[in-house]
C-alpha cells in the first residue's frame, strides 16, 4: 500500500537534476540514471475496460515499440487534440494512473531500487541516485504492452 510522504526533504535532489527542452524525457525524470522506465498509462476501451499501448495498436493497425507515441499510434497527426483518431475510446488520461496499474507499480519498481523508507513504494520510487537503475525489463515491457521483441 502506497503511503503519502509529508516532508519532502528526502526527494530535493531531484531538482537540480531537471531540465532541458521541450519534450525532453529530463524536464520531468531526473537526469543522472543509466536507464530509465517508460510507463505507458492504459486508455480507456469505448466498450469499457482498458487496453495497454501494445492492444490499442493492435486495435488501430500499427505497431508498438519503445518510441511510440499515443497520437502516432491511434493515427492522429495531432498530438493534443487526437483530431483523426482511429482508437474509439478515451486516450490515456494525463498526470493519473488508474488504481489498477498503480497497484501494479511497486513490484516492478522494487525489482529495481534500494530501500529507503521500509514498506514506502513512493520512498523507493524517490530514495535518490544511489538506488540501481530500471532498465526495460520484460515486466516493464510487459506493464507497458510492449512485446518481447521490441525496444
Not at 537540480?16 to 522506465?37: I, K, M, N, Q
Not at 497497484?103 to 535518490?128: F, I, M, N, Q, R
Request: hydrophobic share 35%; net charge positive; aromatic share 6%.
Amino acid at each position: 500500500m502506497l503511503r503519502p510522504i509529508l516532508d519532502p526533504t528526502p526527494a530535493e535532489w531531484i531538482s537540480s537534476r531537471l531540465g532541458g527542452g521541450f519534450g525532453a524525457a529530463c524536464r520531468t525524470v531526473p537526469r543522472g540514471y543509466a536507464a530509465y522506465a517508460r510507463l505507458c498509462h492504459p486508455a480507456e476501451r469505448d466498450r469499457g475496460g482498458w487496453a495497454n499501448w501494445s492492444e490499442a495498436a493492435a486495435e488501430t493497425g500499427r505497431r508498438a515499440h519503445g518510441a511510440m507515441q499515443w497520437h502516432a499510434l491511434v493515427g492522429s497527426p495531432d498530438p493534443v487534440n487526437l483530431t483523426g483518431s482511429l482508437w474509439r475510446g478515451s486516450p490515456p488520461g494525463r498526470g493519473t494512473l488508474p488504481s489498477h496499474s498503480l497497484a501494479a507499480l511497486p513490484a516492478v519498481l522494487g525489482d529495481h531500487t534500494s530501500t529507503s523508507a521500509p514498506g514506502s513504494a513512493l520512498g523507493k520510487a524517490t530514495a535518490g541516485p544511489t538506488r540501481r537503475p530500471c532498465p526495460a525489463s520484460s515486466s516493464t515491457r510487459r506493464a507497458c504492452g510492449i512485446p518481447a521483441a521490441s525496444t
